[in-house]
């Protein structure tokens, strides 16, 4: 054997030496990997693209007044759709104060969760019976508010709700309250207007204007703000008569 051949057997033997315990490394990194991932498939399955929130621990105990979810504190069934999936058969809420639906989770091991599912992935949320869609023109992809679709046509109704924990000015037994605030939009030709009086759908729609008068006083609407059934009954017919469908 020459010195050169016997040089480099050696310098291959130690090579191999030095980079084993790099590569036994290597292994163990990718099977804990791998080990991980199916665990996860295994509790989340196709559902992965609707479990990315963060973990929902319910809303704030002490001396509190009311909740913070738009219709109460049960859970609801509920349908999601994303971009590229529909969920059907979830228990959901719609945390108004935190912005978040959430989502009643149980794993295949029985472990129960709540979670928070972040907005942006969203375009319909359907709770109970109300159906909810991002609230357009809203440039926070990460927190936009869910508006519920009162209305569906030409024109959109959407109402939003959102709750704040304020110190309480009664004299009752709790120290902090739940306050609601609601706010009211039309959506028509890619604008969202403040939907505040009837004055501004007459304004909006001036060539349809008499029509929709009539229409309120031959069906005793009243169209305060807190009447969103009587608005949206308005809004209905603003549609039909929009569509050629006014029979």
């Given at each position: 054997m020459?010195?050169?051949?016997?040089?480099?057997?050696l310098?291959?033997i130690?090579?191999i030496?030095?980079?084993?315990?790099?590569?036994?490394?290597?292994?163990e990194?990718?099977?804990a990997t791998?080990?991980l991932l199916l665990?996860?498939?295994n509790?989340?399955?196709d559902?992965?693209r609707l479990?990315?929130g963060?973990?929902?621990?319910?809303?704030v105990?002490?001396?509190i007044?009311g909740h913070?979810?738009?219709?109460?504190?049960?859970w609801k069934?509920?349908?999601?759709?994303?971009?590229?999936a529909?969920f059907?058969?979830l228990?959901?809420?719609?945390?108004?104060?935190?912005?978040?639906?959430?989502l009643?989770y149980?794993?295949?091991?029985?472990a129960?969760?709540?979670?928070?599912?972040?907005?942006g992935?969203?375009i319909r949320v359907?709770?109970a019976?109300?159906?909810?869609?991002?609230?357009?023109?809203?440039?926070d992809?990460i927190?936009?508010?869910f508006?519920?679709?009162i209305?569906?046509g030409?024109v959109?109704?959407?109402?939003?709700?959102?709750?704040?924990?304020?110190?309480?000015?009664s004299s009752?037994?709790?120290?902090?309250?739940?306050?609601?605030?609601?706010?009211?939009?039309l959506?028509?030709n890619d604008?969202?207007l403040s939907?505040r009086?009837?004055?501004?759908l007459?304004?909006?729609?001036?060539e349809?204007?008499?029509?929709?008068r009539?229409?309120v006083?031959r069906?005793?609407l009243y169209?305060?703000r807190?009447?969103i059934?009587?608005?949206?009954?308005?809004i209905?017919?603003c549609?039909?008569?929009?569509?050629g469908?006014n029979?």
């Open positions: 020459s010195v050169n051949l016997e040089r480099s057997l310098f291959l130690f090579l030496l030095a980079l084993s315990p790099v590569l036994s490394q290597e292994q990194d990718q099977s791998e080990l665990y996860y498939d509790i989340f399955g559902d992965e479990i990315n963060h973990f929902y621990y319910g809303p105990k002490g001396s007044q913070p979810y738009y219709f109460d504190e049960s069934n509920g349908i999601i759709e994303t971009a590229d529909r059907d058969g228990q959901v809420k719609y945390d108004i104060c935190l912005n978040r639906i959430i009643k149980t794993s295949t091991d029985n129960f969760y709540q979670i928070g599912l972040n907005s992935n969203i359907k709770v019976t109300s159906e909810f869609i991002p609230l357009p023109g809203t440039n992809s927190d936009i508010p508006a519920e679709l209305s569906n030409p959109q109704y959407l109402v939003t709700r959102n709750k704040s924990l304020q110190i309480t000015n009752g037994s709790t120290d902090y309250e739940y306050k609601e605030y609601v706010k009211q939009y959506f028509y604008m969202l939907f009086s009837k004055k501004m007459y304004k909006t729609f001036p349809i204007k008499n029509q929709l009539r229409y006083r069906n005793n169209l305060i807190n009447r059934d009587d608005r949206g009954k308005l209905d017919y549609n039909a008569l929009l569509s469908n029979e």
